[in-house]
């Protein structure tokens, strides 16, 4: 089981820099890392995905170093609509597992102004 | 694509009634999944499908949940009787192939039993 573990919660200032953190100790040589980003009453969204190394997109940066055994996504200059639950979740590159698709408790992010 | 489409978006029943979720996948998704969210227990899989075919139904907490997926357009979820404990937001959501593709999740339906 890939279990995942993150801060509870975060505080930041708009325009400030988050990185969150997620401790995945026991990923499996074919996971991927999978990020999702949670509004109030919504479903979540997917960010960012990646296997090793750096992935950028758009939205965020994920940073995964060489055990993978924590991945940290990054979000440059949050704004007050970056106030969301994030999500990191270890699945699965060749098949769907369902001790792969768990969402842990995942990571409360609130900007302030 | 109008992503993934759930109804109704609110539920309030009675103990006892039969409640049905609805869900219509993205187009060419052959992955569908159901959980359900709750503040004490968080998201949960309940269960998922490959291609309209039921592959793990491990998370569905009892005999009284039921879902099916009759063709690749539509899923349900069934709770027969509902009770109180089942009140929570309940989520579908779609993906694409296998392993890292990402999953596409509704809007939710929030489920009120009283």
């Known amino acids: 089981l890939a279990k995942t573990t993150q801060p509870i919660s975060m505080d930041s200032y708009e325009g400030q820099e988050v990185n969150i953190t997620c401790s995945h100790n026991n990923i499996a040589t074919n996971d991927y890392i999978t990020w999702y980003q949670q509004f109030p009453s919504q479903g979540p969204r997917f960010i960012i995905q990646?296997?090793?190394t750096k992935v950028t997109n758009e939205v965020a940066s994920l940073f995964i170093p060489a055990d993978r055994k924590s991945s940290t996504l990054s979000l440059p200059r949050v704004s007050l609509s970056d106030t969301a639950v994030y999500y990191c979740l270890v699945g699965d590159m060749s098949a769907y597992n369902t001790d792969k698709l768990i969402f842990g408790t995942g990571t409360r992010l609130q900007v302030f102004p | 694509d109008a992503g993934v489409i759930q109804s109704p978006r609110h539920e309030v029943t009675e103990m006892g009634q039969e409640v049905t979720l609805r869900c219509k996948p993205i187009?060419?998704?052959?992955?569908l999944f159901w959980y359900r969210q709750t503040m004490m227990r968080g998201l949960e899989l309940l269960i998922y499908f490959n291609n309209n075919v039921p592959i793990d139904d491990s998370g569905m907490p009892e005999d009284r949940f039921s879902a099916k997926m009759p063709n690749a357009s539509f899923s349900t979820l069934k709770i027969q009787p509902s009770e109180p404990r089942d009140s929570a937001v309940y989520f579908c959501a779609s993906s694409f192939g296998q392993g890292p593709s990402p999953l596409h999740f509704g809007n939710g339906t929030r489920l009120t039993v009283t």
């Open positions: 990646g296997y090793k």
């Open positions: 187009s060419g998704h052959d992955y």
